[in-house]
């Protein structure tokens, strides 16, 4: 059974940066995408950034201050985020996709106060 950890997330101020790191149990090239999403109450998840072996995606609320990138030798992906806004406090949660499922992780909190 595949295993998607996060971790990371906190309580900072506006402007301030965090990164967050998802481990997974098994090699990241197993998987065709590895992402992360975010919710807030009430609201649909929401892809953040993505990363493929040749590329990555952000949404355009972050662009320019989001990074997704691989640690390979220790099959982690993370998430820097920088100058942070109120309006990412979401709780944050990892995905790994593949031709037959999707797999997600508990997700992390992150909370940005003004």
């Known amino acids: 059974q595949e295993q998607l950890v996060e971790s990371g997330g906190d309580l900072v101020q506006a402007g301030g940066s965090l990164r967050l790191s998802c481990a997974a149990s098994?090699?990241?090239?197993?998987?065709?995408?590895m992402g992360w999403y975010r919710q807030t109450p009430g609201k649909q998840r929401e892809l953040v950034a993505a990363?493929?072996?040749?590329?990555?995606n952000y949404a355009d609320s972050v662009k320019g201050r989001f990074t997704i990138f691989r640690d390979v030798a220790n099959n982690t992906i993370h998430l820097q985020m920088n100058n942070l806004k109120p309006d990412d406090t979401a709780a944050y949660y990892c995905?790994?996709?593949?031709?037959?499922?999707?797999?997600w992780g508990r997700g992390t909190q992150v909370t940005v106060s003004s």
């Open positions: 990363i493929t072996r040749g590329s990555a």
């Open positions: 995905n790994a996709h593949t031709a037959r499922r999707d797999y």
């Open positions: 098994g090699s990241i090239f197993s998987y065709t995408t």
